[in-house]
């Protein structure tokens, strides 16, 4: 069994779904705090850090802690979940007709110590979104689309935002999930 220090459905889904044992324990910390303090960084290398942040703060002697985190950037801008209704049409307003940049990072922690990382990407093309089919998309999706960076599910409405993805599908869930597999089985906790 390993811990997960997030509160993501999807996450706790995927790994549910691969047949992992898990016990879900959500990181008590401040990622925007984090966000903040690497404002230079590469989008993937803040994404790690909030990864490897969340698995360092669930401390388990007895489990490895998996950390996962995402973030999006369109044009340069990074985008955090939205804030009300309102704030999320105007991220679905401004991602419109853009290519949206979703970084996936997840770590494992061992007794306090980052034993494994990896990051990963995504490009998701939005289609051009009219403002009848983000009211429509609203009304059906929230609150559940509030808890989502980029305001979508992917596996539900949320494929209607776009007309091509790039990208594996676990990234775009959230989580780079065949290379957390890879790192369980390396690390001894999935059979080979």
Not at 70 to 92: I, M, T
């Amino acid at each position: 069994m390993i811990v997960l220090a997030s509160k993501s459905a999807s996450r706790q889904a995927m790994l549910r779904d691969a047949g992992v044992a898990f016990e879900a324990r959500p990181a008590d910390l401040d990622e925007r705090a984090i966000e903040t303090a690497m404002a230079d960084a590469l989008p993937s290398d803040i994404a790690l850090a909030l990864a490897e942040a969340k698995a360092l703060a669930v401390t388990d002697e007895s489990h490895l802690v998996l950390g996962s985190d995402s973030l999006v950037v369109v044009d340069g801008r990074r985008f955090d979940k939205p804030a009300s209704r309102d704030n999320a049409a105007e991220h679905l307003r401004y991602f419109s007709g853009k290519i949206m940049q979703l970084h996936s990072g997840a770590a494992i922690a061992r007794d306090g110590e980052v034993v494994w990382h990896h990051a990963a990407a995504a490009h998701l093309h939005v289609r051009e979104l009219s403002e009848r089919f983000i009211a429509d998309y609203l009304e059906r999706e929230w609150p559940a689309v509030g808890y989502c960076v980029g305001v979508f599910r992917i596996e539900a409405l949320g494929v209607q935002l776009f007309e091509r993805i790039e990208g594996d599908h676990f990234t775009v869930l959230g989580m780079p999930l065949l290379p957390v597999l890879g790192a369980l089985r390396d690390l001894g906790e999935l059979p080979a």
